[in-house]
């Protein structure tokens, strides 16, 4: 018996749900860095920062939906550069990470990043791009209506992303506020930066 349409288009957005929380939640640029701004500086700089991480991962998305990421990232110069800058910036903030000594850092720059620095990370994000077109060319539910899918598709990323990074945000302002002993936090350190060379790894093996 064949199943109802309305039936397979709830079993893709549920498809598509489970996609999103896993695909933000896994650790990137984007989170760790949130983690960061919030055990180095704060709650205040910290939603600044998130808040530009979202206008950004939107703008991403955009990019994606109307073709111009793919008309971009086909010229192979403009490639080499975003994704050697995204490598650039990813080293750096896992050699930051390393030598942190006895306090926890994930990313500890001398003057407290905000807006305009969690916006500028995204167009140099590979996982950005990746994940948002794993979201907007695939998860099929509404083939009749294409701009309404992706309507609600932008509806349920943001209603993931913003608490997941709010998340990010909340653990680590409360590792900034724990006095850890400095053996604890130098190997947090040594494994965030581990984790920030796996994301340069995946990076890498994905674009060249």
Avoid: C
Avoid at 39 to 48: E, M, Q, V, Y
């Amino acid at each position: 018996m064949p199943v109802p349409v309305q039936a397979r288009e709830a079993e893709a957005v549920i498809e598509f749900v489970f996609a999103v929380f896993f695909l933000i939640a896994t650790p990137g640029p984007g989170v760790l860095s949130t983690a960061g701004i919030g055990s180095a500086f704060g709650a205040r700089a910290g939603l600044a920062y998130v808040g530009g991480l979202w206008v950004g991962n939107n703008l991403v998305g955009i990019l994606v939906v109307s073709g111009l990421a793919a008309a971009a990232l086909a010229v192979p110069w403009l490639r080499a550069v975003l994704l050697w800058a995204s490598v650039a910036y990813l080293l750096y903030l896992a050699a930051r990470i390393a030598l942190a000594g006895s306090r926890i850092a994930f990313i500890s720059p001398k003057r407290a990043p905000g807006f305009w620095n969690g916006l500028a990370l995204q167009p140099i994000n590979p996982k950005a791009y990746a994940v948002n077109a794993a979201f907007f060319s695939g998860f099929a539910f509404f083939s009749g209506a294409p701009l309404a899918e992706i309507g609600l598709k932008f509806a349920i990323i943001n209603a993931i992303w913003i608490p997941i990074h709010l998340g990010w945000l909340w653990a680590g302002i409360a590792l900034r506020r724990m006095d850890l002993p400095d053996r604890v936090n130098r190997a947090i350190n040594i494994l965030m930066a581990l984790s920030m060379l796996a994301v340069v790894g995946l990076a890498m093996a994905a674009q060249l």
